[in-house]
């Protein structure tokens, strides 16, 4: 499935696109790919490569993605392009917050030139969703720092108010389960 990101009004950015490819294998897996396209120039990435989980992704620009579990908990995965990552679960809106051991990231590729920035990872993800043949209601977003400092919040879509893509509108998503084998 390919979705469209959308800048919050509150923030534009720089000229860019984003586009983000989303795959659900019949493991409890999820593939993302975040497609930033235009003058990819003006967005700050960060300098390195690290395949390692790190906190506080999203003060420079990162890529998430929100998937709801049952009973109003949910999981959030970060991506910085440079391959650090996290995910996190949470018991309700923005508590309990807590590290998930158990998710693990795979198949990390990304390509960068000043008109692009591909970005893509696999997240094992057994130990957060578990064996879960509903569908999967998600937000996908990104957080975008520009040259100047300035930072956007890209999402499919945006609650009133301040950004937030923790809220429950920004689960815009239903991606279907995976066909079986």
Not at 114 to 124: E, G, I
């Amino acid at each position: 499935m390919l979705v469209s990101l959308t800048s919050h009004p509150d923030t534009p950015g720089p000229a860019i696109q984003i586009a983000v490819e989303i795959l659900r294998p019949r493991t409890p897996a999820v593939a993302l790919r975040y497609i930033v396209s235009g003058d990819v120039s003006r967005v700050v990435t960060p300098a390195g490569h690290s395949r390692a989980r790190a906190d506080e992704l999203w003060r420079t620009t990162c890529f998430e993605a929100f998937i709801e579990m049952e009973g109003g908990a949910y999981c959030e995965i970060n991506l910085s392009p440079t391959g650090a990552w996290a995910v996190y679960d949470f018991t309700a809106y923005r508590e309990g917050m807590h590290a998930h051991a158990g998710a693990e990231m795979r198949d990390f590729g990304r390509t960068q030139d000043d008109t692009s920035l591909d970005v893509k990872a696999t997240f094992d993800l057994d130990r957060v969703v578990g064996e879960q043949p509903r569908p999967w209601r998600m937000g996908v977003s990104a957080v975008i720092e520009d040259v100047d400092g300035g930072i956007s919040y890209w999402a499919l879509g945006h609650p009133p108010g301040k950004p937030d893509f923790h809220h429950p509108d920004s689960f815009a998503l239903t991606l279907p389960p995976p066909e079986p084998a």
